[in-house]
């Protein structure tokens, strides 16, 4: 099924899996000009053994940064591949949840720049856990700000914000910008809005540099397996390799404009590096369903058929309320400090299935 909604919506087409699809974002000069002159950088980053802090370690240590990392006590399996991939990044136990942990960490890094991607992140689990998310997702991004806010360099450092695109929820115009109106329909969106606010807040209150960027749907190989793109992907590489014949999935007709999450850490570095705080949308700009990400993935994996010979429908996986569609406008972005994705939907694609084929193979 094609979405019919949009212009110059790319056409799909078969992928080349043997083909390099990885790009450079090239910025401005002026963006890209380091304001720490007479010191390596220093950069703590919560939440960083997930999807964005593997994407946002690589691209700060390729700009000499020293990284810093808050890390919980879990040792799960995402934070041992994290350690595997960057044995030399300075982990320090804290969690969102904890007040002092977060006032020790910063004390100890004092770091330049904090960026704040820590959350429980799954939309689907959130209505399981709405009081535990709201805590984490919600009031962890108040304690995070109030521990650099009471700290003695709270000028020095310059703080970003990862909101999100779910705070758009039932969408209030086409596509959705800076300006546009939130209506949350779910406990992670609507913790992520009161993060989102709670960032102004600070910054207008106290003068803090404080950039929030409205990140829509950004996949890659880091991605989570519990979220439908990769659940897509691992499923179907899967089954191309005759693992397994099928798969379950919940509604195929939400939309989603989905990039490429190296790009998107780009834009949040990019964010830091400006004179004036600010909130700007990252976004490619295009939409499409779940069904038309599940088309194009078996498509690029050489499996012919119709979806039902792959994949049952299970209403269980189907939320008590859907975003039916988003689609972001990320203009400001590009007018400010030359932002746009690299890799498009059909390139997002094949990057992750030639990362899924790969994987499995070895298993």
């Known amino acids: 099924m094609r979405s019919s909604d949009q212009k110059n919506q790319e056409p799909f087409h078969a992928c080349r899996l043997q083909e390099n699809i990885y790009s450079v974002t090239i910025l401005p000069q ?10 390596m950088a220093i950069a703590l980053i919560t939440g960083i053994t997930g999807q964005d802090g593997h994407h946002l370690t690589r691209l700060l240590l390729a700009k000499n940064y020293e990284v810093h990392g808050l890390v919980t006590n879990e040792r799960d399996i995402r934070y041992e591949s994290f350690v595997s991939k960057y044995p030399k990044i300075k982990l320090h136990s804290g969690n ?10 910063i004390n100890v890094v004092k770091p330049n720049e904090i960026y704040n991607l820590g959350a429980l992140t799954f939309v689907g689990a959130s209505f399981n856990e709405p009081e535990h998310t709201a805590n984490v997702t919600g009031l962890g991004t108040l304690r995070l700000l109030e521990a650099v806010r009471t700290s003695a360099v709270k000028h020095e450092i310059r703080f970003y914000q990862a909101s999100s695109s779910e705070m758009y929820g039932l969408v209030q115009e086409i ?20 993060s989102h606010f709670t960032a102004q807040n600070y910054r207008e209150a106290y003068g803090m540099h404080v950039s929030s960027g409205i990140l829509f749907n950004h996949e890659g190989e880091y991605r989570g397996y519990e979220f439908v793109t990769r659940k897509i992907t691992s499923n179907v590489a899967r089954i191309k390799l005759g693992k397994q014949s099928r798969f379950s999935l919940g509604d195929l007709e939400p939309k989603r404009d989905w990039g490429y999450a190296g790009d998107y850490v780009e834009a949040m570095w990019s964010m830091l590096q400006q004179d004036v705080p600010s909130d700007y949308v990252i976004a490619t700009g295009q939409s499409h369903s779940v069904q038309e990400f599940l088309e194009a993935t078996l498509e690029c994996a050489g499996l012919k058929g119709e979806i039902s010979d792959f ?9 008590p309320s859907e975003v039916p569609l988003l689609i972001g406008d990320s203009s400001k972005a590009k007018r400010a400090f030359g932002w746009s994705p690299t890799i498009d939907f059909n390139g997002l694609v094949e990057l992750m299935v030639k990362n899924d084929l790969q994987i499995e193979s070895k298993i």
């Open 30 to 39: 002026n963006a890209r000009k380091l304001i720490y002159s007479n010191q």
């Open 96 to 105: 969102l949840s904890d007040y002092e942990s977060l006032v020790s960490a």
């Open 175 to 194: 596509p959705q910008n800076e300006a546009t109106p939130f209506h949350p329909r779910s406990p992670y969106a609507v913790a992520k809005t009161f």
């Open 311 to 319: 994949v049952d429908i299970d209403q269980k996986l189907i939320r």
